[in-house]
């Protein structure tokens, strides 16, 4: 289990991350417990299968309540419940990329 020791707050949610987010400031957190969302790295090898949906392509799978991304030459994406992004690869360029689509 990874230990998130870095605390940042972007888009009126508080973000917990196991990796430094540079992109991101530090800033005081806000009080409510269910805008929470940790930032997790590992490696996507690890992740547990999904049934993925019709609509997914070969690079977005949508599944229920996940959604993940594979962006070539970068790394994996996964975004879990609502309350979770899991990174796999090159973790700060896939964070970039992942605010830039909010």
């Not at 979770?84 to 605010?99: A, D, E, M, N, Y």
């Amino acid at each position: 289990m990874s230990t998130l020791n870095f605390q940042y707050q972007a888009f009126g949610f508080n973000l917990a991350s196991d990796i430094p987010l540079p992109e991101l400031s530090e800033k005081l957190l806000i009080a409510k417990e269910q805008n929470s969302i940790s930032v997790v790295s590992g490696n996507y090898e690890n992740w547990p299968s999904i049934e993925v949906s019709p609509h997914s392509t070969q690079c977005l799978q949508l599944a229920a309540n996940e959604w993940r991304l594979a962006l070539e030459s970068i790394g994996w994406f996964r975004a879990a419940a609502g309350e979770q992004v899991l990174l796999s690869g090159k973790c700060s360029t896939l964070l970039k990329i992942s605010f830039m689509l909010c």
